[in-house]
Structures are given as C-alpha cells and as structure tokens.
C-alpha cells in the first residue's frame, strides 16, 4: 500500500502538491487519469485509441527527451483534446542532482513541452525543489499507483490496484512506457469499464 497509495506523512513532503482532487458535488465521483514517461510510438497511440474509443480525456506527463524524438506524437496527444505536463528532459530523480542541475532539466523540457504542471520522475524530490517548482508549476503526483510498470506484477493485479485504492477524486498512474507492456493492454480497458460502471467522471487539470 505505500507504492499503491502514498500515505499522509509522505504527502505532507510536498506542501502545495496535489495528490488528490474530489468533486465538490457530494453525489458525484471523479478521477484523474494519467500516463507517465511518453510518448513513443510503442504505446502512446495505442492508449490514444484506447481513450478515444471510450470517449476520455487524460494527463500525459511527458519526458521532453521523447517530445523531442516524436514532436508529431505529442502534437496528436493535444489535437486529440488531452493534457499535458512536464516530466523533467531526461527521467531524472530529483534526489540525485543539485537543485540548480534538476530545474536546469525541467526548463529544458520545458522547450518542448508547454505546460504549467510538472510531476517528479518516481516522486522523488528534494524540499528546496519543491519549494522552487511550486512557485513554475502546479505540481501534480498521485492518489493511485497501479504499477503497470512492474514485471512483478500481472494485468490483473494491476486492475486489482486500480479496484482497490480508487476513491473520489483520485489521481491514477498509468504509463505509456515499454516497462508496462504486456499489462497496461489489458488492465487499462479493464480499469475504464470498472471505473464507468461506478459512476466515476473523468477529468482532466485546468
């Protein structure tokens, strides 16, 4: 559960971030779907027909190093109507690297990608960095891990997670990445058709 879920005490590491949003409407449920680390062309289109064929929006937090490789790819994530969002040049941990070397990263991603939300790669940041982000970006993280990345795990696990720790106003983790392959294919659809079916909405950041 603290991959899956994050607990309180960890969230309070990332003062103004936003792990969840629930709908003011007390009869109504939300959620916030999101892909981490595209996009390429191994995935992404795929999961752009996915959400086509069910008429949903999503969060795309994309590496600026693949924008670069396939400008065309992001350019049909935003004529297609979905969001995206910063996600540093290379993948990088901000723990690993100088403050000054980690936002020098996420401004050149910033090149390519034209967004005001920035998620951490593995929601790994040093306070000083979160402090500086939040003043540039609305930082998104998450509510649902589903760990469609892990080679541990099947796409009915991954389901399971989705099943078991979405609530109102969650924000899910899904990646259009090679590391979920074999997973996400079957999870996802799985998960939309769940999440429809107990009247969640789904949304996208303002």
Known sequence: MLIEQPPRIYRCLFPGAFWRIPSPEEKKK?????????????MTPWILDMLARYGIKATFFCVGENVS???????????????TGNHTFNHIQGIRFRSKNYIRNIAEA?????????RPP?????????????????IIMWDVVTRDYSPHMTARGVFNNVKRYTRNGSIIVFHDS??????????????????LKEGYEFKVFD
């Not at 999101?34 to 390429?40: C, E, K, M, Q």
């Not at 593995?122 to 609305?138: A, C, I, N, S, T």
């Open 30 to 42: 939300s959620v916030y779907l999101t892909f981490d680390d595209g996009p390429i062309p191994e």
């Open 69 to 83: 490789r396939y400008p065309e790819l992001y350019r049909k994530l935003l004529e297609q109507g979905h969001r």
């Open 110 to 118: 910033s090149k390519y990608i034209e967004s005001d939300l920035f």
């Open 122 to 138: 593995h929601g790994h940041m040093r306070f000083p960095q979160v402090l500086r982000l939040r003043r540039l970006f609305r």
């Open 178 to 195: 090679l590391k979920a392959i074999g997973r996400i294919e079957e999870a996802l659809p799985q998960s939309i058709e769940w999440l």
